[in-house]
């Protein structure tokens, strides 16, 4: 059930973090592309904004040269100059200054003059009298021009003198606000009043009050929308802007749009073979798991089947055993060392065999059960009061005519008399499949040593030989089960690759571990096993 769960929860990730990782791409590309849509609209808007500012810049132009013309035709006398603009009917646009001290020379102060002039004193006091007229003059004329514009405000709006610098004159002459207004609109486009979804904008020239001047275009904004884009005109009416406001506003949305159903498609596309390929993965690791299940439930069974027969096997080969007389202990040269008529070697020595395969096989069986367990997580541990050393050395006693055949001399060396709780099937079983390992592999050593000790709760053993030892890098890898440092034939040495697997589990249910420590000759096993203490009665 956890390995299903961890797959489940695996196959959930590989749908869940590609789409996710593909999400956030595909958001950070619709805002990139939403930022460079817009930069691009507003661009296209500003062009247009300075095509209108160019058209307003040539009427200004026109309007330039018109005013000029008349300053330059303006006579020197004041008499002339008010016969000549009355005739013209300019009498009320025009002043004239002395360049040198800036004093006015026209409209003549201290004489009558009209109402029309006396207003037009009024509304250009600031600049005749206020120093503005004889700055702009000097200024033009440090950049070597001799006309040019100044403006002021009068009654909430802009006004602009053309200015000319003549001899020791200075002439002035006013384009009037209306007549710029009024003759500023046929250089703009016309205004629509009908609805036309070709044009769906609205550009407004404003003031510098923030009034509207003129305004063209179908699109109506709503109240308070900020318009799209802003523009400031050209000098000399630099205090007046253009605003955009736009349906295009909405157009980097409306491409996006494209892109990002696209990018949808594309998400539910890339979902639906995740999740395809999940559930093929899914099926196949749940048919395997199903068959290992299977294949672990047929070996278990087939234990359990061959534990009783094999039983009976050793309890005969040992009842054989005492029908013949024979010491179990004795190996084959004392067996024909006996000068015994009653004892048949030969019959005795086939009751050898049969036993010790029947041991081999039964420690194999236990095994394989033990792993089946682990395998279904029902592996446990059941202490009792025990004694550690007596354990090891009946597992000696067990072992120790198989060793000493393979030319393996056991040695021990126990420090671990207390009576303890501790499992002794469980302890028995891994140092079992310790010691079966030096039979196979570590035979050439000649010795193995089983060493014992006990500090508070924890009780250590000391597993070593003196074989050819186990490499660095598969220390840790010879606990996974099935894994084997060699698998060829040529070895000569056969086995599960499920002992040390089941060795270090028992180790670790047992509240310690199992692990290779460094040894100068062979291979080490440090087990450590949780062994509290039996209390004893005052």
Do not use: C
């Amino acid at each position: 059930m956890p390995s299903s769960r961890r797959m489940v929860a695996l196959l959930v990730a590989m749908v869940v973090v590609p789409l996710v990782a593909l999400g956030a791409l595909g958001a950070r590309l619709v805002a990139g592309h939403r930022r460079a849509a817009k930069h691009q609209v507003t661009n296209l808007i500003e062009d247009r904004l300075r095509e209108v500012d160019a058209n307003i810049g040539r009427f200004m132009e026109d309007q330039e040269n018109a005013l000029l013309k008349l300053a330059e035709a303006v006579p020197l006398e004041v008499t002339d100059i008010r016969m000549q603009l009355r005739r013209e009917r300019r009498d009320a646009d025009v002043l004239v200054t002395e360049l040198a001290t800036g004093r006015l020379v026209y409209p003549p102060p201290g004489r009558p003059i009209s109402e029309d002039e006396h207003d037009l004193l009024e509304r250009t006091r600031t600049v005749w009298e206020g120093g503005a007229l004889a700055d702009a003059v000097r200024s033009g004329q440090r950049g070597g021009v001799d006309h040019g514009w100044v403006g002021f405000f009068h009654g909430g709006g802009l006004h602009l003198l053309l200015w000319w610098a003549h001899g020791e004159r200075v002439v002035a002459i006013e384009l009037q606000r209306i007549r710029l207004l009024s003759e500023l609109v046929s250089y703009l486009p016309a205004t629509a009043t009908g609805s036309d979804d070709r044009t769906p904008y609205r550009t407004t020239l404003v003031d510098a009050s923030g009034a509207t001047v003129y305004q063209w275009g179908a699109y109506e904004p709503a109240p308070g929308e900020a318009p799209v884009a802003t523009f400031s005109l050209s000098p000399p009416l630099s205090a007046w802007t253009l605003r955009h406001f736009s349906r295009v506003s909405d157009l980097p949305t409306s491409l996006s749009s494209t892109l990002e159903f696209n990018l949808i498609v594309m998400l539910v596309a890339v979902a639906l073979a995740l999740v395809a390929l999940a559930v093929i993965l899914f099926r196949i690791r749940t048919r395997e798991m199903k068959i290992a299940s299977e294949r672990v439930t047929f070996v278990n069974q087939v234990s359990h089947e061959l534990k009783t027969p094999l039983t009976n096997i050793r309890l005969y080969a040992e009842l054989l055993t005492g029908h013949l007389g024979l010491d179990p202990d004795l190996d084959e040269e004392e067996l024909a060392e006996l000068d015994d008529p009653d004892v048949d070697v030969v019959a005795s020595r086939y009751v050898g065999v049969i036993t010790a395969e029947s041991q081999r096989l039964s420690r194999l069986i236990t095994n394989v059960l033990t792993f089946a367990r682990g395998q279904e997580g029902r592996l446990e541990v059941r202490p009792s009061k025990r004694v550690v050393d007596d354990i090891v050395r009946a597992t000696r006693a067990t072992f120790g005519p198989t060793l000493e055949q393979a030319g393996v001399a056991v040695k021990l060396e126990l420090a671990a008399p207390a009576v303890v709780h501790v499992d002794a099937d469980a302890l028995e079983q891994i140092l079992a499949n310790l010691l079966n390992n030096i039979e196979k592999y570590a035979r050439s050593g000649g010795e193995a040593r089983i060493a014992t000790s006990q500090a508070g709760d924890t009780t250590t053993l000391r597993i070593s030989d003196k074989g050819p030892g186990i490499p660095e890098a598969q220390r840790e890898r010879i606990f996974e089960p099935f894994h084997r440092i060699s698998d060829k034939l040529s070895d000569g040495v056969s086995g599960t690759g499920i002992g040390l697997d089941i060795a270090r589990r028992l180790a670790r249910l047992h509240g310690g571990d199992l692990r290779v420590v460094e040894s100068a000759v062979g291979a080490a096993f440090e087990l450590t096993i949780h062994t509290p203490r039996e209390e004893v009665s005052p």
